[in-house]
């Protein structure tokens, strides 16, 4: 047996522990009418429209109301062109590992809508995670503590403090904490609120994705300043304050926000780099935005994810220079596994092993989180097998370093009880 080949078979038998997903539950899973087209929930339908697919296109497929054949006849040009991406690729694995059936086709599209509706039972995710993709624990970003702790451990949300910028977000926020909010101090008490409630129900760390919305960088302010743009909310009616006008306050926030993730000593994640969907702004998402945050709160764990793509060696600079910044692939392996790959290499010999966590699933279907578990685990196999090779490590120390990055170093960084 070759050296790569010697790595991936023990690389497939370490538990992964999975820094990050969105899977729906499985109750939900096994209530809703599912087919082929319950894979393009996300990710390969972004490449759809990339590819040329009319956005009306891909509701109408999604729509399991339709006769699945018309909405065959729709998908399959656009289908041909997305297939050689690496979100197509995973699909592929999925549907041939766990259902046996190779390839995505109009000879197959009908037995894998077939088999999807037979697996819509009590332990399919067990089978998928567990069995299957030898996963040991997930973190679910679902917005609710409430998850299978046998598979998963949950992760929270405070982005809806951070944005809160009118009458209806605070009415949402008073009726969600239970409490009354007339001023700055009284927010800020019913943010202290959820993360007590939080924390009490096992959340192992916090999430901003804000990156979406507008850019990562978060000053300083005073919060006097806050304070009266906060007040402003209250003379609006209905709009509130724009984004462009928030955007002083909603930086105080976070700023409160990392200080009660310090207190409660829980990893802080934040989206950079890559937006999913189609038409965003990705110089907002430079995780080099992020460098006053480090700067001041030496005490925070700040988990950087999807590798920063494509500002890959910038967040090398930041993860080499800073002790509290961790590097996080998750997504990472369907961008691009080369990419991915490519910056593994750097990273290895640019920063501490510790800092590096090697694979998070990020889907909304469990099926997709499997697949891309095997691409990391191969991608990971095929460097360290190149590090080997060219003399940078040993075997056993490759082994070592896959270990670490698949299961340890999340496992530490999230203080997990496995």
């Known amino acids: 047996m070759n050296l790569y080949n010697r790595l991936k078979e023990e690389i497939y038998k370490i538990p992964i522990v999975d ?28 490449d759809l429209v990339s590819g040329g697919m009319p956005r009306q296109t891909l509701e109408k497929i999604r729509n399991t109301s339709l006769p699945l054949e018309e ?29 046996q059936i190779d390839g995505i086709s109009e000879d197959t599209y009908l037995a894998i809508s077939e088999r999807l509706r037979a697996s819509q039972k009590k332990g399919w995710y067990r089978y998928v995670l567990k069995e299957r993709g030898n996963i040991a624990l997930s973190l679910q970003y679902v917005g609710t503590m409430d998850v299978d702790r046998e598979l998963f451990r949950p992760v929270a949300y405070y982005d809806h403090f951070i944005t809160a910028r009118s009458r209806w977000d605070i009415n949402t926020l008073e009726k969600n904490y239970n409490v009354s909010i007339h001023s700055l101090d009284d927010f ?4 202290d609120i959820a993360f007590a409630g939080d924390v009490k129900a096992g959340a192992v760390g916090i999430k901003s994705g804000l990156a979406y919305s507008r850019i990562l960088r978060y000053d300083k302010v005073a919060k006097a300043d806050a304070e009266r743009l906060f007040n402003r909310i209250f003379s609006h009616l209905g709009e509130g304050l724009s984004w ?3 955007k002083p306050l909603q930086d105080f926030i976070m700023h409160e926000v990392i200080k009660r993730a310090i207190n409660y000593n829980l990893p802080i994640t934040i989206h950079t780099g890559l937006q999913e969907g189609n038409a965003n702004i990705i110089t907002n ?12 709160y030496e005490e ?3 988990d950087i994810f999807h590798g920063g793509y494509p500002y890959t060696s910038e967040l090398a600079t930041l993860a080499k220079n800073f002790q509290n910044v961790y590097i996080d692939m998750c997504w990472f ?5 080369f990419a991915a790959r490519r910056a593994l290499h750097e990273w290895l010999e640019t920063i501490p092993q510790n800092k590096i966590m090697g694979f998070g699933g990020d889907y909304i279907f469990v099926e997709g989180a499997y697949a891309h578990s095997r691409m990391a685990r191969d991608n990971i196999a095929i ?10 490590f040993s075997e056993e120390e490759a082994l070592f370093i896959a270990q670490r990055l698949l299961h340890e170093n999340p496992k530490e960084l999230f203080n997990l009880d496995i």
């Not at 997903?21 to 339908?45: T, V």
């Not at 800020?188 to 943010?191: G, H, M, V, Y």
């Not at 998402?285 to 001041?296: C, G, I, K, W």
């Not at 392996?333 to 596994?337: D, W």
């Open 19 to 46: 820094t990050h997903e969105h899977l729906m539950s499985e109750e939900q899973r096994n209530s809703q009418p599912i087919d082929i087209f319950y894979f393009f929930a996300h990710y390969a339908s972004s």
């Open 71 to 99: 909405r065959w006849r729709d998908f399959a040009p656009y289908w041909e062109r997305i297939r050689s991406t690496a979100y197509a690729k995973a699909l592929l694995i999925a549907v041939r590992d766990l259902f």
């Open 188 to 191: 800020l008490k019913a943010l």
């Open 244 to 246: 462009e006008e928030a």
């Open 285 to 296: 998402s430079n995780p080099t935005h992020l460098v006053n945050l480090f700067l001041e």
């Open 300 to 302: 925070a764990k700040f």
């Open 333 to 337: 392996h369907i961008v691009s596994p």
């Open 383 to 392: 460097v360290l097998s190149e590090k080997v090779e060219e003399g940078y």
